[in-house]
């Protein structure tokens, strides 16, 4: 007989309550502040913890808090008045520049990371250029050349940063310095070096007949000069008189010819900014959705429910519409995609397939997050659009890794949390992503700077901020707190109804209570996971009994015991094993049955029973194959076999404590059983896949040795393992559709999710080489359940994690 998914885990390693291994890599820096999360807060924390954070957050979903662009408020300065091509059109945005010089003579964010000064120079020499047009602020020219001269090596330094452009648009304005009789004093060198990749860079793009790469050149445009015809790059303008929402490569073409939609889509900019612009507008529906996407990522989204729900239907609202913003930004678009699908949303995957071509043509105006974005988007098209192109989705799928693979920005501390986060996305996948796992990983990658590189540099606290953290490390630990407590109650358990005291059983309490917690983690569903984690346990007890504890007349023993269910243990039990198995499922079911009735104001304890019935039914018909050396078809395997994987009894009864009212036409209900059986098909599948070496050396048949038994020796171990995975992927879709569809789904979406959210356990633990066993399983579950996380602020904008 197949074990149940824990028979993956090692037995004998145990879980550790403390580190001894903690790393002092942060202890020695200096520290301004320490943000020190208690990790057993006082039951009432829910309702005391910083609620002056949340209401920041909150207030966050009302406005887009966005960094204005040095580099791109210059350029806007640059533009000529169309009454007088001798004075600015945006006088207030030369005020600003000549007003916001740094201290070391640079213009750009402050604060800026190291990683970044192709960026500053960039920014600097806008700046400079715009007030030596208008032959104004002579002192900070000097003192802005200066610094370029003293950073310029930085231009050619691999190791650097580099914005979208730069090797265009940096040249082009060094020679516009030239043209304006800017005196500069460059390194020869560095200087041809920077021509020669600019010229490689157009010679490519000219050779291409790419319509990406000519958008490009479009988007890059004030870095051409007399080299691009301005009339094409004007084909690319907007209804929002915008060219790529990019304040600077509007004010270029505003620069060469008058157009009345880049004036009045600058003028709209600085009524909503003032005095400056940012480096892309507008951002609304991106910033909101970012805030939404990462408040999900850190495990906090449910304090913001009513927040969210508005942002997600305002933006379905303008998916149905067309908004522009969305259609014409290929992160936007494919964010959009994600979350409203994944929320349900009726929406097309087609506009995210054109940016998908797109980026296959080399991807030039995208940077890493929107790569990101795209990725992920595409996830979710094959895993719910059975109708995409799968010519399409491959060759993105294998380009877009490749390119998040080998994207060659050098480690330092500002790149190093977007090695992370593609690392994450990478390894691991969107099915296999076990929720609380990927909310400890995304807090500790949280990146509160958040700055983000297109032309120039930008951030924005909708993307992320110390709120975020500060609440996401705080609700963690909270929730860990209570999940410790719970374990230690699962662990008493186990001792009150004498499980510890059966030698053929694994000892799982803890894997078991790891698995409800990581996918059911909120403080208010204590009973779902300790409904789920009991009869975790009492499954792995009970496979082992039916596998290697207990003879055939235990075995039957035990299941007309549970048919009569009210007997007298002392003497209808033919062993102490029997005895010990039928009390504990006995007095766990009740107590299950009579928690239900609180949260569904009905008596549920029937259908709990049936549930164990059937799976004992479906492991005692396995029992009599293996003795009577049966060799069952495949489909009457995986008839049976989807019944003894032994998660019905884990999940079907915690559905009852999640929330919505779930009553008996909808347990009976065809849409109830297909969720239980496309989720059981796939866990059967990968357990089958999985350890078939191990039971074919045992004489235990499973799918994998059934396909090759009936294929009569045309199928090989290979090609019926490919064929199995197939069928996984095929049963994991279609699981998938059921949890999203909305219209004519009488399941509650609430409970179609845990379906799911066990579907992704069950690929997680199977996955090869996933560090699900051995330490790696115990790390994660200490991680989880027994390290809380402290935040330690070692300076202005600089937050570090560490495990205690």
Known sequence: MAAAYLSVLKPHHTIHETNTNLTNKFKTATRLAACVVDAAPSTDFALQCNEATKDRIRKLFNKVDFSVSSYDTAWVAM???????????????????????????????????????????????????ALKRWAIGEELITRGLRFIELNFASATDKDQYSPIGFNVIFPGMLEYAENLSLMLHLESKVFSELLHKRDIELRRSYDSSSLELNAYLAYVSEGMGKLIDWK????????????????????????????????????????????????????????????????????????????????????????????????????????????????????????????????????HLNDIYTMLDLYQAL?????????????????SLQSLRQRLSGEFYPPNR??????????????????????????????????????????????????????????????????????????????????????????????????????AAATIFQPELSDARLSWAKNGVLTTVIDDFFDIGGSMEELNNLVQLFKKWDVDVSTDCCSEKVGIIFSALHSTIREIGDKTFKWQARNVTRHITDIWLNLLNAMLREAEWARDMSVPTLDEYMANGYVSFAIGPIVLPALYFIGPKLPDDVVQHPEYHSLFKLMSTCGRLLNDIRSFERESKDGKLNAVTLSVIHGNGSISEEAAIEELSHRVEMQRRELLKLVLQG?????????????????????????????????????????????????????PQNWEWETT
């Open 414 to 515: 500002f790149t190093r949390r977007i090695h992370e986060q593609v690392y994450d996305v990478l390894k691991f996948p969107s099915h296999a992503n076990i929720q609380r796992v990927a909310n400890r990983r995304n807090i500790e990658h949280c990146d509160v700077d958040n700055t983000r590189v297109l032309k120039t540099s930008y951030c924005s606290s909708n993307f992320g901020n110390k709120d975020f953290l500060t609440l996401a490390v705080e609700d963690f630990n909270f929730c860990q707190s209570i999940h410790r407590k719970e374990l230690k109650q699962l662990e008493r358990w186990v001792i009150q109804n004498r499980l510890d005291k059966l030698s053929f059983a694994r000892e799982k309490s803890a894997y078991c209570y790891f698995s």
């Open 743 to 795: 219209k004519g789904s009488v399941v509650p979406r609430a409970c179609k999710d845990l379906f799911w959210k066990m579907s992704k356990v069950l690929h997680q633990f199977y996955v090869k080489d996933d560090g699900f066993s051995s330490m790696g399983m115990v790390d994660t579950v200490n991680a989880i359940i027994h390290k809380p996380i402290t935040l330690t602020i070692l300076g």
């Open 379 to 395: 996830e979710m098209i094959i895993a719910t659009d059975q109708s995409a192109p799968k010519k399409l989705t491959s060759s």
């Open 79 to 129: 533009v000529p008045s169309p009454q007088s091509a001798q004075a600015p059109c945006f006088p207030e945005c030369l005020h600003w520049v000549l007003q916001n010089q740094l201290e070391d003579g640079s213009w750009g964010l402050p604060h800026h990371q190291p990683a970044l000064l192709k960026d500053v120079l960039s920014s600097t020499l806008a700046c400079v250029l």
């Open 232 to 363: 094409t790059v004007m084909k690319y303008q907007r209804k929002n008189g915008s060219l790529f929402n990019s304040p600077s490569t509007t004010a270029a073409s505003l620069i060469r010819r008058h157009d009345s939609g880049c004036l009045d889509y600058l003028h709209c900019a600085l009524k909503k900014f003032g005095n400056a612009v940012p480096t892309i507008y507008p951002v609304n529906i991106h910033a909101r959705l970012c805030m939404v996407d990462n408040l999900n990522k850190l495990g906090i989204c449910r304090h913001f429910a009513e927040e969210i729900q508005n942002v997600l239907d305002e933006t379905y609202r303008c998916w149905l519409q067309g908004e522009e913003e969305i259609f014409t930004n290929a992160a936007t678009c494919a964010m959009a995609f994600r979350i409203l699908r994944g929320h349900g949303y009726n929406v097309t995957s087609d506009p995210v397939a054109q940016f998908l071509e797109q980026e296959q043509c080399n991807g």
